[in-house]
């Protein structure tokens, strides 16, 4: 029974990708109805599914199958021309035939789809009187009862526990009685005056897979063609025909295990990088830095290999999806009386497996779109002196980590009035809103949810449902939408997707003290800006980009985040975009690009808004990646609290007398502490003491004093004077204090490493009470005498 | 020193004693106190217990939620249980740790205030939650009853329950 599975799963596998290719190849056909090589392989195709659903007892599928082969025979020998009218039914046929198939995927059966009226009309074309008897009650009721259940359920006998003389008999028995109901059938064929070739070609592929079967197979398969192959050309190496290349079939799920694990190694590969910068940070000069930094090159370079080459497997061809239009636009013009001509290019492009499969229905929807509203009718186009042939162009190419679908059309283009007219009219926006849009905004409008222009709903389009569904399913992708457009001339749809999903380029940007990762594919630019150049219109920040207005909204107010002190003079726009529309994401400083893999937050805190998920940084930390999405969509309810002047309440408060400035003093030797505090006596200020960084931080992060300077001594216990200064440097809060470093080291080094950690001067011990003051007083800037 | 080895064997005898040899009648509890209460969660349902690491905060959760830390590369959420049961935020202490429970596939790491121990109870000495928190969203799974002292033992399952 399992060897039934599988055969029955490798024949659907094969069966649906003969079928792709038969759609297209029937297409071209109609263009070339004498190219005879085109036909042979079209046959081939109809012939092999034919075969093998005779073989797997699927007597519906194959009576279809059957019919069409008759009529393509006919074609193939020159006895019938494939005009038009053919074609629709031999096409019609092919939908029925995936109808069947997925049927039989879902249900093991092929029951259920009816197609008397189809077969008789195929019939009625090969030159028969299209009475054609239901082949379903006959076969049905000759097979025996294990033939009908090997065929139709799942609890059949067990081939594999027959003993072989057992098989054999069983399948000499099953061959008997097919031969019999295809001579039956023959004769009934006959009596209609007709030539059958037909053979049930089992499939040279089909059994040999099935190890059990194979050997009592093999000889069957050779009984059946040798007496009956009375058609010379009845292609046997028709499933051969199809596997051109060296492949083997993988489990996508197999796939994305790998491309987890691989996750788990970039993330390991962005943790070694840094602990490797850190490393080389202490230890610099030292030998072994050399070797430890040519095995962190070597295994960031092969993690980035492996990934890519990972990546690489789960690609596939854009054509796959690209195939299916050709049929589209030929039904469509049909339909529409449009004359329509599909260019495709760029088909060998690859993308994620993901994608693809999901980056077909937006297709479909604005290929359709182009199909009815964009492209005029013949007697329009050629009024306005184009040719009467529309053109539809579909090409795919890469463009950096993106790949790029563009649709273009040579139609009557979009109307930037007309659309916001319409939208006024179905109240999806209001005529204020409306005029500040520009016509990029306007041509957006044709995603939104019940819009239509069509001024009546076609069996094609009108119903104002599917540009909403590829803003839906681009979004998804995290790609973008652009559209150009000019009237009489035509439009041009760009779709551009990130190449995969699961590892991403992020923008890591800082919100004081938390990180957040926004995915690159969705940022478009990022711009310093100052607070004048934000602007408040109806209580919403805006900034002028160019010529464009872009509305702002501070990430802060987005994700809650607590303000506790105030910004630096400059803050940044990030500038997102998603399908249509664009949003400037106002953040504190940019951190920078890093590869980051998705992960989920888990069942516990999924679906918060506006996160879409998390990832571990090369220092172990947690960073939760912004869902940019959810973004757009919150930053129209936020309150928007954007003023980048924020609170500046509590920083320059005013220092009225000396004793208003306050100094911290870290060192570890009391008395040190007590020559500092002395030179500062005649200054007048008051001074804080610590023994130590830790108490310094604690005393800073106790938030009791507000310092205006810091005097740190370098070697101290627990922590040292470099890893308090960078401490201190790590929360913006603290970063403007100035840190004065006061330190017997005097080597040259020590003086690089403070500045490294970011302090201001360098005081070596010992030193003059005067210079001592003259310095602390020119750091914390103050201007009166004591 | 063979003095104390002498008590810690003495103490194993006093747990192995006789009325709790029958394995399917214990229960194996890790016991913790939160505020001034001593609450316990079946031992099975424990993932491991860590000492406290840096977290990251996660917008729009209730105060309890104080975010998702990074054990050993999977993302975790973090609940304070402290706040969770309505008492005031403290401060992490030496003796703070994070449980991290796992009810099937759902894992959460809990903040404590401080360990107590092992403990095997018989199935005989726990009894029901008490009637006023036997609603349907109690966390109390049952009170457990010890010589000097009862300890609660909260459900797993509802501790690991999104409540917003």
Known sequence: ???????????????????????????????????????????????????????????????????????????????????????????????????????????????????????????????????????????????????????????????????????????????????????????????????????????????????????VAAPVVAKKVEPKSDDSKAPAPAAKATVVEQTIRVDVKRLDHLMNLIGELVLGKNRLIKINDDVEERYEGEEFLEELNQVVSIVSLVTTDLQIAVMKTRMLPIGKVFNKFPRMIRDLSRELNKKIELVIDGEDTELDKSIVEEIGDPLVHIIRNSCDHGIEMPAVRAAAGKPELGIITLKAYNEGNHIVIQIDDDGKGLDADMLRTKSIEKEIITEKEADNMSDKEAFGLIFKPGFSTAAQVTNVSGRGVGMDVVKTNIERLNGIIDIESKVGVGTEMKLKIPLTLAIIQALLVAVQEEFYAIPLASVLETVRISKEEVYTVENRSVMRLREEVLSLVHIGDIFEVERIFDHNEYSYVVVIGLAESKLGLIVDSLVGQEEIVIKSLGEYLKGIEGIAGATIRGDGGVTLICDVAALMQMATTVKSTVAISGGDDDEPTEKNKPSDYKVLIVDDSKTDRLIMSKSLAPLGITLVEAS????????????????????????MPRMDGYTLAGEIKKYSKYKHIPLIAVTSRTGKADRMRGVEAGMVEYITKPYSPDYLMSVVKRNIKMTMEA | MSEKLQQIINKQQIQDDPSLTDLDDIVQLVGFVIGDEEYSVPILSIQEIIKPISWTRVPQTPNYVLGVFNLRGSVIPLIDLRMRFGLREQKHTEDTRFIVIKDEDEVAGFVIDRLTEAIRLSKRDIGPAPEAAQTSDTMIEGVGKQKDKILTILKVAKLLERTF
């Open chain 1, 1 to 215: 029974m399992d060897e039934f599975e599988e055969i029955l799963q490798d024949f659907l596998v094969e069966a649906f990708e003969l079928l792709e290719q038969l759609d297209q190849d029937l297409v071209e056909l109609e263009n070339a109805p004498e190219d005879l090589e085109l036909l042979n392989r079209i046959f081939r195709v109809a012939h092999t599914i034919k075969g093998a659903s005779s073989f797997l007892n699927f007597d519906v599928l194959t009576h279809l199958t059957h019919h069409m082969e008759d009529v393509l025979n006919k074609a193939r020998h020159g006895e019938l021309v494939l005009d038009a009218d053919i074609m629709d039914v031999v096409l019609e046929s092919i939908d029925l035939m995936k109808a069947l198939l997925i049927t039989i995927r879902d249900t093991s059966k092929d029951q259920g789809v009816e197609l008397g009226d189809i077969v008789s009309r195929l019939d009625k074309i090969s030159g028969g009187d299209g009475d054609v008897p239901a082949p379903v009650v006959e076969a049905e009721a000759t097979p025996s009862p294990q033939a009908v259940k090997a065929a139709s359920t799942e609890e059949e006998i067990d081939y594999s526990e027959l003993s072989e003389d057992d098989i054999e008999a069983e399948i000499q028995r099953l061959l008997v009685e097919r031969q019999e109901s295809d001579k039956a059938k023959r004769a009934a064929k006959k009596a209609a005056g007709e030539s059958v070739p037909e053979i049930p070609d089992t499939p040279s592929s089909e059994p040999e897979k099935s190890s059990a079967l194979a050997p």
């Open chain 1, 692 to 715: 130590d960084g830790l108490e310094a931080l604690n005393i800073l992060k106790s938030g009791e004093h507000s310092f205006d300077g810091m005097l740190i001594d370098i070697e």
